[in-house]
């Protein structure tokens, strides 16, 4: 838990959100400003920064955090039409949140190359 860092804080439940999976390692909410008609952050409990912060202790967990996206996309309904998923790390990926969370976007068709 990192004082000062908004996902620790919704983590902790002293920030809400709506919340789409939970267990003893990670969370999934839907995005404040969803960019598809699906958009739910996956992340993980213990605080990372980024997945450029994270070391080979971490493997376990990171799977964990794209199993949870697979398995929320069926959930949701969308994994037969697909989605993109996202990791944006540091200032040229243009993570804005210091806390490690993968987008699942979905619900329409994502262009490439992304923006
Ligand atoms: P990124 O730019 O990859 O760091 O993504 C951060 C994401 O967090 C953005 O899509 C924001 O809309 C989302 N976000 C920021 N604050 C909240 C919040 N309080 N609850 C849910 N999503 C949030
Ligand atoms: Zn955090």
Redesign the pocket.
């Known amino acids: 838990m990192e004082a000062h860092c ?2 620790c804080k ?1 983590v902790a439940k002293t ?1 809400p ?2 919340l789409a999976y939970e267990d003893e390692r990670v969370l999934a ?7 598809s008609p699906v ?1 739910v ?1 996956v992340i993980p409990k213990a605080h990372m920064t980024s997945l450029a912060h994270s070391t080979p202790d971490d493997e376990a967990l990171l799977g964990h955090c794209l199993r949870t996206v697979a398995t929320l996309a069926e959930s949701l309904g969308v994994a037969h039409a697909g989605y993109r998923t ?3 790390t540091g200032i040229d ?6 806390h490690l ?1 993968v ?1 699942l976007l979905a619900g329409r068709a994502h262009g490439w190359p992304p923006g």
């Open positions: 908004l996902f919704i920030i959100a709506k909410f839907h995005d404040i400003n969803p960019q958009h952050l996202v990791i944006n990926g243009g993570q804005t949140v210091h969370h987008h």
